[in-house]
């Protein structure tokens, strides 16, 4: 006798069979990738038996103020030698007095001046290699004018983890919590950062890092030609460099509290906005493998927001798949996430989670489809 199959397939199911798929794509992302730094053992390495002679690298162009609130901080960690360098980049307000003011105080604290009569024609980048040629020491510490670092053991922590054969330190720098929503998206998306190329370098494959908290030694940095390949671009020291230069076996993360460094944020949308577009902007250069791996996380989660709401309304009646998918990707979010944002001190934000990550996605999407090509005129 004969079987009759009645198969009838509707069009409308396929956006529920999409969804499933990104769901997979974001477990991968959330479970094996971010899942590495959730298990990670916070380590300190201010007790290394090797305490190398640093020198800490800073750039300043029309930075009086931070440099009056934050380059003491910098100025009296308590390490056995160390020298800070301050290039002064062409500054008009009054930095370089106040640099005087420093170096009749600080023995420790010397000062690079770069003069233009014109107008403001390199980046950041040249600063940045006119204070690494004057540095004394093998090991380089960058940080910003606007910097803070948390605690007087900063420097062991970060000189620390550069033992051995490792040639990189990633750091990690969030920034100051002030009220209000813009901060609280500014706060998750440097959290978001940090968890992706920490635990990227966790696996060996590290990516990025940023300047505000970053280490390599001289002999690295010179190796590599310092910023040669991307010097035509104005943002890049530090995710670009570390981009080229980082393998396998050189790079180590620092993230016990005391390594940490507190950055002033933005405070208005335009300025963050601005950012973000540099950011896109340097991230074109990254390696083939890691603009893939880096647009697959991005696109896959867009698309995941984004079929939630197509499969409900193209066939309402399926309505809990769409529910189930979303539900299971924050369970196994909260899950992982609670313990990177406990290492990372920003577990105020997880109970902001499914508005911030959601915002987060689309914010960071569309800003660098406007910007990617963008070419920046700002010093940094």
């Known amino acids: 006798m004969p079987f009759n199959f009645d198969i009838s397939f509707n069009y409308f199911h396929i956006p529920y069979g999409l969804l499933l798929l990104l769901l997979l794509f974001q477990l991968y992302f959330i479970l094996f990738v971010y899942g590495r730094l959730s298990r990670y053992k916070v380590k300190s390495y201010q007790e290394a038996t090797e305490k190398p002679a640093v020198s800490v690298i800073i750039c300043a162009h029309n930075e009086q103020e931070n440099l009056q609130q934050y380059l003491g901080s910098i100025l009296e960690q308590e390490y056995p030698e160390f020298e800070v360098i301050v290039v002064n980049d062409c500054s008009s307000d009054e930095t370089k007095w106040v640099l005087k003011e420093f170096s009749s105080r600080y023995a420790h604290l010397r000062v690079v001046e770069i003069k233009e009569h014109i107008q403001l024609k390199h980046s950041k980048k040249f600063a940045l290699t006119m204070g690494i040629k004057a540095a004394k020491h093998g090991l380089l510490l960058m940080t910003d004018a606007d910097c803070q670092p948390m605690s007087r053991q900063w420097l062991a922590e970060m000189a620390g983890a550069l033992q051995g054969k490792k040639e990189l330190v990633l750091g990690y720098s969030p920034y100051f919590k002030y009220p209000g929503f813009l901060n609280k998206l500014i706060r998750f998306e440097t959290t978001h950062t940090a968890m992706s190329y920490l635990a990227y370098a966790l696996k060996g494959d590290a990516y990025m890092g940023v300047g505000r908290n970053l280490a390599y030694t001289k002999e690295l940095f010179f190796k590599g030609k310092g910023f ?42 335009k300025s963050y906005y601005k950012q973000k577009a540099r950011h896109a902007g340097a991230s074109v250069l990254y390696k083939a493998r890691h603009k893939s791996m880096l647009g697959i996380q991005l696109i896959s989660a867009v698309l995941f927001y984004s079929l939630l709401l197509v499969s409900v309304i193209l066939l309402p009646s399926f309505w809990y798949v769409a529910l189930a998918a979303y539900l299971i990707r924050l369970f196994c979010q909260l899950l992982v996430f609670r313990a990177i944002y406990r290492k990372l001190q920003v577990s105020d934000l997880l109970v902001w989670l499914p508005i911030l990550d959601l915002y987060y996605y689309f914010y960071i999407c569309f800003n660098g489809l406007f910007n990617r090509n963008k070419k920046l005129k700002s010093w940094k």
């Open 228 to 269: 040669n390949a991307h010097m035509h671009i104005k943002s890049g020291d530090d995710d670009l460099f570390v981009n080229a230069n980082a393998n396998r076996n050189n790079v180590e993360i620092a993230i016990h509290p005391d390594a940490f460094v507190e950055s002033a944020p933005k405070t208005t949308w």
